[in-house]
């Protein structure tokens, strides 16, 4: 096969061939996005504007929701403007800029959620200690760390990926992904990314044990309180954000470990659909809406 390196764009994955099915994913997506973008904007709005909120946890949940939107705008628009301008291409520093983004802000992502449960940790496990531990300059200095390797991480993946000359330039999915960039490779140097692509799922599980542990000693601490109310509040705010965490970490690492050649491409979409797009639309739900002192300041956002 010719070497496409040096071609100026790529190939997509079109959802369907029927003009209808298209449109429809289309309004979908759209509608998906739209709730995803509000309710995310919602949150970084009412902690910015409410001095009540300028506390450790939302000045993380506002981050988290900026890193959301981030993820989220980096892939489904072009998904859209493809499916709406009946296309598939999209150009090569285009798939380039997306590649990174959307590793960018996922590894940030997944960093800042640690963070947050180490927060959760401190402030239930150790109170009288917080607001030494968790003070303003610590705040800045862990996002800016999960920042700073989300960039790193990036820029090493992308790095990696796209000095790896390509055999093809279509790419079995909506998005630039890498298992299937991997797939469309002719040459071993593939194996350099591979190997990046394992290390990463390896910080990512150690991640999530980490959080597993972290909730572990929160329960338990929970659990010797005699306050219901206080039971009630922790278990309601970390059980439903382990389910879709949980959901995000094995999809996406099933997604980047499993051979592509075992797997159907519907099966390949619907595990990137769950990670790209459930926690960004779960996220403000789970750590914002249910939050009392949140809603207060949503309600007079907007004036209710």
Request: charged share 10%; with cysteine; hydrophobic share 50%.
């Amino acid at each position: 096969m010719s070497n496409f390196t040096s071609v100026s764009v790529f190939l997509l994955l079109k959802l369907s061939e029927v003009r209808e099915l298209q449109l429809l994913h289309f309004v979908v997506f759209l509608i998906l996005y739209l709730a995803i973008m509000t309710g995310n904007l919602l949150i970084i709005a009412a902690v910015a504007f409410d001095h009540h909120l300028h506390t450790p946890m939302y000045f993380f949940l506002m981050n988290l929701a900026i890193l959301d939107l981030g993820s989220v705008s980096t892939t489904v628009p072009k998904s859209m403007a493809n499916s709406l301008l009946n296309s598939q291409s999209i150009a090569y520093s285009g798939c380039v800029a997306q590649f990174f983004f959307f590793l960018f802000f996922e590894a940030s992502d997944l960093a800042l959620l640690t963070i947050m449960a180490h927060d959760r940790y401190v402030a239930i496990c150790d109170p009288l200690r917080y607001e030494t531990i968790m003070n303003q300059g610590a705040c800045l200095q862990m996002v800016a760390s999960a920042w700073i390797a989300g960039l790193l991480y990036a820029a090493v993946h992308t790095g990696s990926m796209f000095s790896i000359p390509f055999c093809s330039n279509v790419v079995n999915q909506f998005f630039c992904e890498i298992p299937k960039l991997l797939k469309i490779t002719c040459s071993d140097l593939y194996l350099i990314e591979v190997g990046l692509v394992v290390l990463g799922c390896m910080v990512v599980l150690g991640c999530f044990i980490y959080i597993i542990l972290t909730y572990v000693h929160i329960f338990s601490s929970v659990l010797r309180n005699p306050s219901k109310q206080g039971k009630q509040k922790a278990f309601s705010t970390c059980i439903p954000h382990l389910a879709v965490f949980s959901t995000f970490v094995f999809t996406g690492v099933f997604a980047h470990l499993r051979p592509p050649m075992d797997t159907s491409s519907d099966q390949d979409l619907a595990f990137s659909l769950i990670y790209t797009m459930v926690p960004p639309m779960m996220n403000p739900i789970i750590y914002s809406m249910r939050n009392k002192q949140l809603k207060l300041a949503l309600w007079k956002l907007l004036g209710v």
